[in-house]
């Protein structure tokens, strides 16, 4: 049986050493994905333009103004001279914000009563707007407290805090929306890879007739569809590892926990997402069927059911189930796990034995419709 699935596997590789454009395809592709997504989807709002329709026209002003720009979050587009002004800035987008100081800010300040200032935010993309409401709550109460000290120095008395709340991040301390998406990102990508490639493997066979020869070999289901899927297995690996280092060299994402754990569980992974793509390539009859069951089955159910980006918990109860239907979810939680937390293995053990329990159904099916093509002929 051994020689049987090795000479199985070594045809593959043999038929893939051939392929230049599909090897071309393996290796390059997810680095490029890599490089395109993890550039182009960040949650980190940064450089907001502002306006400033400054009434008051003081120092406090001036200083309130110069402490947002000073920092890498707001940058200062132009003053506003006139009410009328502020709602084109909006309309034409060419502020997000604009900052509106009243007339007699700094008389009330100097006689110790409460200031309101405005701030009108476009709303139409609600994540951003609620960036821009915290910066400018903290960017407000940080020069509130630094008004205070100021006057508490003069007066001779000392800032009393009854409760002084010291937030610290653990695991992300820049809260880097980069470093939390990369890892489902890799899972998006070895997942994509691996069904796609593998899911080509029989089909080509089918297309090719040369699945009429291993039909009449005593070659059984089981060690056909195993001696298929281990190319893929070590080609899947070594991509792994180039997203890794791909990950490492571009966004410092650094392995914090075990490799060996690692190790283990990108195998599990590679199991489900394998099993899955070898059960598309005993189904289908073509190469572009087989291409398009993989894309439809790998790249969207991982983009959006697999917590990369969009929260599982957030999800109604139904979609949260539904979520079960690609394993990129259960390596998401691994990678995190390992990569960001450095955990053991006591924080993902079910998310392994979910991989096992998906890999074990979707490679079952494919033998059982390996073997009833096989009765047919």
Sequence with gaps: MLNRIFAIAKKELKQLSRDTRMLFIIFFFPVVLLIIFGYAINFDVKHIKIAVYDQDKSDYTREYVN??????????????????????????????????????????LLSKQEVKVQYLIDGVDGTTASAIQNYVNAATYSYSIKLTKEYLAVTGKNLYVPIDLQPRFWFNPELQSTKFLIPGLMGMILIVTAVISISLSIVREKERGTIEQINVSPLSSFEFILGKTIPYIFISLINATIVLVAGYILFGIVIQGSLLLLLFGTLMFLFAALGLGIFISTVADSQQVAFQAANVTSLLPSFILSGFIFPIETMPIAIQVLTNVTPAKFYVVILRAILLRGAGISAFWNQLIYLGIFGTIFITLAIIVDKRSKGKN
Excluded at 68 to 77: K, T
Excluded at 79 to 108: C, T
């Design 67 to 108: 402490g947002l720009i000073s920092s890498e979050y707001f940058d200062l587009v132009t003053y506003v001279q006139d009410e009328s002004e502020i709602k084109r800035l909006l309309d034409e987008k060419i502020v997000q914000a604009v900052v509106v100081f009243p007339n007699d800010l700094s008389r009330k």
